[in-house]
Each structure stands twice: as C-alpha cells, then as structure tokens.
C-alpha cells in the first residue's frame, strides 16, 4: 500500500513532466495566460478561416489523439488499437442519436462511456504486456471489433454504415457545420482540459515514473498494471469522446472509424506534434486534417504518400515533434538568457 505522506526520498524520486509541458509550466504567468489566449482565440476563429467541416474534424481528431498521446507519450504504451474505441462510441453514438432521440451531448457520453467499458477488459489484458507485444494486443482486439461490426449488419448496417445521423439538441438547428461547431467545442475543451488536468496531477506524474522505470515505481509501492489499466481506460474515454462527436459531425458511420488504418493515423498525429506534450497532438491534427483536405480538394489521389513523407522527414529532422522542438527551443534561449 502506498503512503499517504512521500518521504523525502520519494519525493526527489518523483518524475519531471515531459519537456513540452515542463517549459510551458515554468513560463511566466502572463506567458501561460497569453497563450491559452492565443489557443481561444484560434479555435474560435478556425471555422472562419477554414471550411466548417474540415475545423469540426480538427477537433474531432485533436481529442483522438491527445487520448493516444496519454498513453504513448506519459505512460510509454504504444496502442495500434485506439479505434476499437473511436469507432465503437462512433456506433453507439450514432444508435443512441437515431433510436433514442437523444440530445447529441447525451448520445456522444454514452458512445464515450461504452468506449470505456470496452477499454477495461481489453486494457486488463493488454497491460500485462510491453513494447511491441502491447502494441500487437491492443491491434488484434481492435481487429476483432471490426470483424464483429462488419458481420452485425442487423445493427451496425455492415458496409452500408449507420447513416442519418441527427444532430438533436433541444430543437436548435445544427444543419450547418458553422453552428455546429461552436455546439460541440465546449466539449472538446472540456475534455483537453480533463486531459491537461490529469497528466499535471499526481497520478499523471507516476505515469512519467512507470514510463521511465516500471521497476522503481513497483518498488515504491505504486500498483504500476493498476495505474496502468486506470489510463488506458481514461484514454479510452477520451477517444471515444472525440469518435462520438466524429460520428454527429459526418452525420454517418462507416467500418473505417474502426479500422487499423484509423489507429496508425492517430499515432502520426501525435508523432509529428511530439510525443509526450499533450498540444502537440491538437497541433499535428490541425495539420494532417488540413494538409488532407487541401490534397483532396486539389485533386490529387495519393495523399498518404505525402503525409507518410512529411512524417519521415518530421521523425528525421524534428525528432521531438513540432510541438517538442518548439518547446526545446524555448527551453534552450531561457537558459542561455539565465547565464
């Protein structure tokens, strides 16, 4: 059992936060305040510099992948499984909101919540593993989700998909994305602000601790498979959160919120903004669903080949991400100013 009152030599045990976070955390007030400013007044400019739509995504998958970034970059779980999670509270969402009736705040909490539940018996497993074979786990339970939607045609439509999703709340009309958007960002606020919350609490930092040494941290008498399982299920949530407002956003849901390609898409994500910083995910979505949508809209056809080589060159040349080397940066001229 662990104590309620660290001892001296725990408490220098404990772990730093990633570096992303640790710069933002010992900038001045003024720069904290300025720039979760500057991240307000971005997001509710965005749908009137972009296509609505495409800014309703940008949330969407910015949630998604700051959910894989509480696991791979504070925790050192790797998932290739995440959309088993998505997708599944994209279903449910879509059932609730089209059987139900339900406001859709409602039906995207319940797609969250089943998110979740399916998270613990497949985190109780998968964590008993580490490394590659975790990440194989969580790809062959979510494998095994796809299969089973695509063969429940009498309630997930199979290929057809689930289709006519409304957008119900309390007889206001979200038709246009415009309104919808600004419907559904109190909610992902909430949720980057329950996921900033937990990686600066103490549960957050033995995380950091078992992700650098799950030998010490077992050691001290923290129950590391049970920190762990608490934040795979957590992210689990998280993702589910962001693949319920996916589904009401497209207003359809198909098998691709559940397949493979889904998981690998939020991992780069979460790469190319920087593992380990929390933002760096909100950044990399931002840039991979614009940088998508640009592609499409101009016609081209192979739009992996480009977001896989900026990938390769972002892992290359920017090895902490965009959002890590900013924040190393940063972190670097401050120091040289206190000399």
Not at 226 to 250: C, D, E, M, P, Q
Not at 254 to 264: A, E, K, N, P, R
Request: some cysteine.
């Amino acid at each position: 059992m662990t104590s309620a009152v660290d001892t001296p030599a725990e408490e220098s045990a404990r772990p730093a936060p990633p570096s992303g976070l640790l710069t933002v955390a010992r900038a001045p007030g003024w720069v904290r305040y300025a720039l979760l400013a500057a991240g307000l007044l971005v997001a509710l400019w965005l749908p009137n510099g972009l296509y609505p739509a495409v800014a309703v995504d940008i949330l969407c998958w910015a949630l998604f992948a700051v959910s894989v970034d509480l696991l791979l970059g504070f925790t050192g779980l790797m998932s290739f499984g995440h959309a088993a999670f998505w997708g599944t509270s994209a279903y449910v969402t879509g059932l609730v909101a089209i059987h139900a009736g339900l406001p859709f705040p409602a039906a995207v909490l319940a797609g969250a919540l089943a998110a979740a539940l399916l998270a613990l018996p497949i985190g109780y497993l998968a964590v008993k593993r580490t490394g590659i074979y975790f990440a194989m786990v969580t790809l062959a339970f979510a494998q095994m989700v796809y299969y089973v939607a695509n063969e429940w045609r009498s309630v997930t439509q199979g290929e057809n998909g689930l289709q006519g999703v409304p957008r119900e709340f309390f007889g206001a009309d979200l038709s246009d994305d415009y309104y919808f958007y600004y419907a559904i960002l109190p909610i992902v606020v909430l949720g980057l602000l329950a996921a900033w919350r937990i990686v600066n609490s103490p549960f957050g930092r033995v995380l950091v601790g078992i992700r650098d040494n799950p030998a010490r941290a077992r050691a001290l008498g923290y129950p590391v498979h049970r920190y762990k399982l608490t934040a795979f299920v957590l992210s689990g949530f998280l993702a589910g959160l962001g693949g319920g407002l996916f589904a009401v956003g497209h207003r359809f849901v198909s098998l691709d919120v559940l397949h493979w390609t889904t998981s690998g898409k939020a991992v780069i994500v979460v790469v190319l903004g920087g593992i380990g910083t929390l933002w760096g995910g909100v950044l990399g979505a931002a840039l991979v669903v614009r940088l998508e949508d640009w592609l499409s809209f101009s016609g081209f056809e192979a739009i992996g080949l480009v977001t896989g080589g900026i990938f390769v060159l972002v892992v290359l040349l920017f090895r902490r991400g965009i959002w890590g080397t900013i924040a190393h940066l940063a972190r670097r001229r401050g120091a040289a100013r206190r000399r």
